[in-house]
């Protein structure tokens, strides 16, 4: 289970992490993922799952603090 925050849409967001994954491997916690299982970085288009949690945040700091509400509660 991945939770993340973006400001970005979605079709961006996942550009940025197929981006980190064949780039920048060590750069955060699910390239790293990506590259110690060698999974195949379409894997992150095509075998994913996203639901969109909450929405409507204008500001990074309350975005980040909905995405930490969230990984507490999991």
Same mark, same amino acid.
């Given at each position: ?11 961006? $967001? ?6 980190? %994954? ?21 894997? %992150? ?19 980040? $603090? ?6 507490? $509660?999991?």
């Amino acid at each position: 289970m991945y939770v993340g925050q973006t400001g970005d849409n979605m079709e961006k $967001r996942f550009g940025q992490h197929k981006y980190d %994954i064949e780039k920048r491997p060590d750069q955060n916690e699910l390239a790293k993922h990506f590259k110690t299982c060698k999974h195949d970085t379409e894997d %992150i288009m095509s075998n994913l799952e996203s639901f969109i949690i909450d929405h409507g945040f204008c500001e990074q700091n309350a975005r980040k $603090r909905a995405e930490d509400r969230t990984i507490c $509660r999991l």
